[in-house]
């Protein structure tokens, strides 16, 4: 089993859809991370989080430590906003925090 | 401030060559990791260096090794290609004590 699981794999929106990508993790973790990766490669971090909600224009991410879960949520998404949507968590191990463990990622295409 | 850069973006090996990929951090950023990206197994820590030193090692075998200069550029280095190579090579670097992480572009290689 995966340490980080996402789902779902792929989401078809339409333009103006809510959606919701979603994120479960199985170690102890000091802090989650949702990325944004566009064709081509180029990897973008949109949040870190340790704890509650952080909202950046449209884009809200949440986390519920207990539960071991954490959301990401598009509002009125867009085409601009396909793209994959990775979440990673930084272990806590009392060690280094450089490294990251990813889920396998969430591809998204949103339909004008 | 300019951002991660990583030189050369695409690359080309046969097997059991050896290459050295480059990432040039954010001034200021002395923690630099490295990751691969493949179809099949997605996006996976390789090594993380901090002021020189490397702070934390992923699963990989010994033909892939690093290092860090004083200026906190970093290079990685990968002997005896595989085929299984054929990755896209991720730099990350952030501040001491912080655990947001800002990506390069990528180094695409491609071992034939």
């Known amino acids: 089993k995966n340490e980080v699981e996402q789902s779902p794999q792929n989401l078809t929106a339409q333009e103006g859809e809510f959606i919701t990508i979603n994120c479960s993790y199985s170690?102890?973790?000091?802090?989650l991370h949702w990325l944004q990766q566009h064709p081509g490669g180029g990897i973008v971090s949109l949040f870190m989080?340790?704890?509650g909600k952080k909202k950046h224009g449209r884009l809200i991410a949440t986390i519920n430590i207990q539960e071991k879960h954490s959301s990401l949520h598009i509002t009125a998404s867009h085409p601009r906003d396909s793209a994959v949507y990775i979440c990673?968590?930084?272990?806590?191990?009392?060690?280094?925090?450089?490294?990251?463990?990813f889920g396998k990622g969430t591809k998204l295409s949103v339909k004008p | 401030k300019a951002g991660v850069t990583q030189t050369p973006r695409y690359l080309i090996k046969t097997r059991g060559q050896q290459v050295t990929l480059s990432c040039s951090p954010i001034?200021?950023?002395?923690?630099v990791s490295w990751y691969q990206q493949t179809p099949g197994q997605g996006l996976q820590f390789l090594f993380e260096y901090f002021s020189e030193t490397q702070r934390n090692k992923g699963n990989f075998p010994g033909r892939f090794s690093g290092r860090q200069f004083s200026n906190s550029r970093s290079e990685m280095n990968v002997s005896t290609l595989e085929l299984g190579d054929s990755a896209l090579y991720l730099c990350a670097s952030s501040t001491s004590g912080t655990v947001t992480q800002y990506f390069g572009p990528g180094t695409r290689l491609l071992v034939l």
């Open positions: 170690v102890g973790i000091s802090a």
């Open positions: 989080l340790s704890s």
């Open positions: 990673a968590v930084s272990e806590n191990y009392g060690g280094s925090q450089g490294n990251l463990i």
């Open positions: 001034s200021g950023h002395r923690s």
